[in-house]
């Protein structure tokens, strides 16, 4: 029993290693197989490498090269001379047939049979005159393109070019990277702001009544000036707000304030005199300069005085329709328009060559800054009297606010070319006289506010129109407010108010200051 148990645990043992040494046995039917399997072909594999790859060696190479002709010599033999063009020509010939053809549209229309009369009658309808097209397909398109004009992915014959986002995008999910996110829009509902410490709250003696408050347009820089006639400069950065300097001139109460030649001068006006004040932040020194005699004081407030984008003109409303134009550099008078009633309020397009003012009657005068000429005037819907306007960075939309607490939407270019224009929206969230208006710098929010109520402010989003539900709450005590400003790039809000205080708001939609 003993010796039939050892050989068979002999006979086992030599069973095994027999098949293990089958298993690792060269098996050529085996490779064939399991080669189409993944590659989908049943021929040598270093046939179909490319030609490129550099991590094969010389000898490699060669003898690939060697094996792919043999090959297609075998191949020749067999089928003939006639049809002997390898799979790799065959391929390249079919991608430039492909790459050649001229594309074609995705579809056809069932119009395209029909002639104009015969669509029209179908119909029952005529047009007014007499049409050049043929086919019903044809005006249908050409009324298209006239509204609409051709999209760039309707194009059939435009150029076979790669898109370079795209492929850079691909390589970028291929290797791991995270790749930056695209532009999120305002969420036109809610906005999500936080209250931030006062911008004066280190100083809080700029008078009362704060006529004005504004960001510097390069750095995290803010002014606030008030009716005691003084003028202070903060750091903004939402926790300490550090004063950086203080002026105080005698006599003479602040109505406005504003950033001169990209930030390094100050222009500081008052109803009370008949000079104002230049403030050179480079030197720190502070020149006084006379009004012209045309003018009598500086009776500014937000809507009054604009200085022009370029930075070269500046214009104040006077008593009685004027509009004043001074220079920015040496504030002298260069020229002045009339309006057949008083003017309010003033206003810039971006490109600083046209100048909107807005007063009495409701009209609306659109002039040109290169003839100063008045090229149209637009009559605001539903005003009796303007008191102010403002016109989006992106120069598409224009704010109009009258006396009695409306705000129309205008296209720009309607309101250069039409008497009559229609407003894009009517916003009738106030009752009193609108005070100020102001856009922020990616024209997708309005501040709109009024100086007659506490708390009379209100956030527009753009370009839905819609009211911000959430500002301000019913906890928010702003008091009266006086003057607006948003940040360079809007990460940050100010609203300065009759009681003294600048507050501070930190949208966070927006990531830089």
């Not at 002997?84 to 010939?93: A, C, K, M, P």
């Not at 931030?196 to 002014?223: C, M």
């Not at 100050?266 to 000079?275: A, D, P």
Request: proline fraction near 4%; charge should be positive.
């Amino acid at each position: 029993m003993e010796f039939t148990k050892r050989k068979t645990r002999f006979n086992e043992k030599t069973m095994a290693s027999l098949k293990k040494r089958k298993r690792s046995a060269y098996n050529r039917e085996e490779e064939a197989r399991l080669e189409k399997l993944v590659l989908g072909v049943s021929n040598n594999v270093i046939c179909h490498l490319s030609d490129d790859d550099t991590s094969l060696n010389t000898k490699q190479t060669t003898l690939s090269i060697d094996l792919c002709q043999n090959e297609k010599n075998e191949k020749r033999q067999d089928i003939g001379t006639e049809n002997n063009t390898s799979e790799t020509e065959v391929y390249v010939e079919n991608t430039e047939a492909e790459f050649n053809k001229k594309k074609e549209a995705a579809w056809v229309d069932n119009d395209a049979s029909y002639s104009v009369s015969t669509a029209l009658a179908l119909q029952r309808r005529t047009l007014p005159g007499q049409r050049p097209e043929k086919s019903y397909a044809e005006l249908l398109q050409n009324k298209m393109t006239k509204v609409f004009g051709t999209p760039k992915w309707a194009e059939l014959d435009r150029d076979n070019e790669i898109d370079l986002d795209d492929v850079d995008s691909s390589i970028l999910k291929h290797s791991n990277h995270l790749l930056p996110n695209k532009k999120v829009f305002l969420p036109k509902t809610t906005l999500e702001i936080k209250a931030l410490a006062r911008i004066n709250k280190q100083t809080q003696n700029e008078g009362y009544l704060l006529s004005d408050v504004q960001f510097h347009p390069t750095s995290t820089v803010a002014l606030v000036a008030g009716n005691s006639g003084v003028l202070s400069i903060f750091q903004v950065d939402g926790k300490e707000n550090e004063k950086l300097h203080s002026m105080r001139y005698e006599r003479f109460p602040i109505n406005t304030a504003r950033f001169l030649k990209d930030g390094t001068q100050i222009i500081v006006g008052s109803k009370m005199r008949n000079y104002c004040h230049s403030y050179d932040l480079i030197t720190g020194k502070t020149f006084k300069i006379p009004l012209p005699h045309a003018m009598t004081n500086m009776k500014v407030y937000t809507n009054k005085f604009q200085v022009s984008p370029d930075g070269k003109l500046i214009a104040v409303c006077g008593r009685m329709g004027e509009v004043h134009l001074l220079t920015g550099d040496t504030k002298e008078l260069v020229d002045t328009l009339k309006m057949n009633k008083k003017c309010y309020a003033v206003a810039f397009s971006p490109d600083s060559r046209t100048l909107f003012s807005h007063g009495d009657g409701g009209v609306i005068y659109s002039w040109d800054m290169t003839s100063r000429r008045c090229i149209n005037h637009a009559i605001d819907e539903g005003c009796l009297c303007g008191s102010a306007i403002a016109i989006s960075p992106s120069g598409q939309i224009v704010a109009t606010g009258s006396k009695q607490g409306v705000v129309n939407f205008y296209d720009l270019k309607d309101l250069t070319q039409k008497q009559v224009p229609t407003p894009l929206k009517v916003i009738l969230n106030l009752v009193t006289p609108i005070t100020s208006l102001r856009f922020n710098s990616t024209s997708e929010i309005l501040a709109m506010a009024s100086d007659d109520e506490d708390n009379a402010v209100r956030l527009v989003h753009l370009p839905s129109f819609t009211v911000f539900s959430n500002f301000p709450t019913f906890q928010t005590k702003l008091h009266k407010t006086t003057a607006m400003d948003f940040s360079p790039n809007s990460g940050f809000f100010s609203i300065a108010n009759n009681n003294g205080i600048a507050y501070l708001y930190r949208l966070k939609h927006y990531e830089n200051y």
